[in-house]
């Protein structure tokens, strides 16, 4: 049976009419129902966070007000200070987190007419590397070196972590408007990077139109990639789940998607995105939209979708606060923060439990991967002839030709049986279906908020690969039971690094 790697859900079309449980129950066949919590893991102190960023499903931090910078490992079940923490403090709020691996990450700090940027390379200790324009629009970094930064209609690059920024690019666009080409000014006003090498900017032009950029070369040069007609982009958000597949929401509340690296866009029905869109992966994404003013708002509106932007479906919750921003480390398990210490974990649950204070919310979607019922199998496999190896076959000649019809050759020494070569052979094959859906697998899992995290997951599962055929490819040169002896433990060690490596991605990030 194929292993659940996330939660039983709520599916789409036909699906999608039915009532939350009822639509667990068909994605689960036989199991148990579950469903999605919001419960509260606040700060004991009065104050107000403006952003949060969790790495993976157990590592993360959060920014506010009173220099506040807070940092959790087990979940958000207890909050330790890094910065401030101290409402009475008089100093500037903290904000605007990045990260581009587990320990390697950015936070700004107002002062003055400048913005502190601080850095961390080990997730623990924090200081100012340098500077940047006070009213930036918006920052990303893409590796741990270089970065790039918007203001006005200038781009800012570094290479060196954030300590020295060169201008590199102004904004500029030619296009055709009511029938006539122009050359016009534009101010970037939020940027991502699907890549560290292709990356996307939404420009404010007027009040009527606005230009989706585009970079191949880390932002050190930009070009007009499509332009979305009568929409202001101030108070925007963008969020590109690859290099040709994105997410723009303008200041009018409405939004579009480009299956064409932005050249041509279409509109989306029925969706209130806020100026922040998070993917936790190519499918499942959230944007929590500005609270409502008046009697029976709530203080949370959620927008998600589950087939990666083409459709969103909203939902209301009754936070104490407004929610200020959120992270989705996991399609299963997400943050929320906002003001008075407040901050909520969404994670899945069974329905029939019970968590104090908790709010409902519907489950994320659920898939299975049959890579990891294969590299469970290999694993097995690989076990099972080990018994070759330590216990070989009685009665085993000495010879020093290939065994007839055997991949496997032998030299002066014991002859393996042919049921080793056989179990061998099996075991190739096993190897490779996994070689075939390690591209699709990491396409489903890479995580979409850490660039190097899916660099690490898109080169190290293909070398791993690799490092098996060379393995198999030493056994079957031959050698018998002496060559197994050397081979095997080299084997069972990488397998069981690679159901490790496998579980590991999909359980932390």
């Known amino acids: 049976m194929r292993r659940r790697l996330c939660v039983i859900c709520l599916g789409l079309s036909v699906i999608a009419s039915l009532p939350l449980e009822a639509q667990s129950q068909r994605a689960a066949g036989t199991e148990a129902p579950n469903k999605g919590i919001w419960e509260p893991v606040n700060f ?66 107002l002062s003055g007419s400048r913005a502190n940027l601080l850095h961390t390379t080990d997730g623990e200790n924090w200081q100012q590397v340098g500077t940047i324009e006070h009213h930036y629009a918006d920052y990303f970094f893409m590796s741990k070196t270089d970065g790039i930064f918007a203001h006005n209609d200038q781009l800012y690059r570094t290479s060196d972590g954030g300590a020295k920024w060169t201008p590199v690019s102004t904004c500029a666009v030619r296009a055709e408007v009511d029938g006539l080409t122009r050359d016009l000014k534009c101010e970037v006003q939020r940027l991502h990077f699907p890549t560290p090498a292709v990356g996307f900017a ?19 040069t930009w070009n007009l990639a499509g332009l979305v007609e009568n929409e202001n982009a101030r108070n925007s958000a963008v ?24 050249k041509t866009w279409k509109g989306m029905i029925s969706t209130n995105l806020g100026r922040k869109i998070r993917f936790a992966d190519p499918e499942v994404g959230w944007s929590f939209a500005a609270p409502c003013i008046g009697m029976g708002c709530e ?27 959120f992270s989705l480390p996991r399609r299963d398990q997400g943050f929320a923060v906002g003001d008075h210490g407040m901050i909520y974990r969404y994670r899945i649950v069974r329905a ?101 995290v899916a660099l690490q997951m898109e080169s190290e599962l293909p070398a791993h690969l690799q490092g098996f055929k060379e393995s198999f490819q030493a056994l079957k040169k031959g050698g018998g039971p002496q060559t197994a002896a050397v081979v095997f433990p080299d084997l069972r060690m990488k397998s069981q690094n690679l159901v490790q490596m496998i579980h590991g991605f999909v359980q932390k990030h």
Do not use: C
């Open 299 to 325: 203080n949370g509106q959620l927008s998600y979708t589950t087939d990666g932007g083409r459709r969103w479906m909203s939902r209301s919750f009754p936070f104490p606060a407004p929610v200020k921003a």
């Open 44 to 109: 004991s102190e009065d104050i107000d966070f403006n952003d949060v960023f969790f790495v993976n499903t157990d590592t993360g931090w959060v920014t506010g007000g009173h220099a506040t910078l807070l940092k959790t490992t087990d979940g958000g079940s207890t909050w330790n200070v890094q910065l401030g923490g101290d409402p009475q403090s008089q100093e500037q709020e903290i904000r605007d987190l990045r990260f581009v691996d587990e320990t390697t990450g950015w936070a700004t700090q």
């Open 239 to 262: 969020f590109f789940t690859d290099e040709n597949n994105g997410v723009i929401r303008a200041y009018s509340g409405k939004s579009w998607v480009t299956s064409d690296a932005g």
């Open 352 to 452: 029939t439990e019970t968590v104090a204070k908790s709010i409902a919310a519907p489950a994320m979607p659920a898939f299975e991967t049959v890579l990891d019922d294969q590299v469970e199998k290999l694993d097995a496999q690989l076990q099972a002839l080990e018994k070759f190896v330590k216990e070989p076959a009685s009665g085993a000649t000495e010879t020093t030709t290939a065994t007839a019809g055997s991949d496997v050759a032998t030299n002066a020494g014991s002859e393996l049986p042919p049921e080793f070569t056989r179990q061998v052979n099996a075991a190739e094959a096993t190897l490779a279906n996994v070689a075939t859906q390690v591209p699709q697998f990491v396409k489903k899992y890479k995580n979409l908020n850490l660039l190097l």
């Open 202 to 220: 939404f420009a404010y032009i007027s009040g009527r139109l606005a230009a989706v950029l585009k970079t191949e070369d880390s932002g050190t």
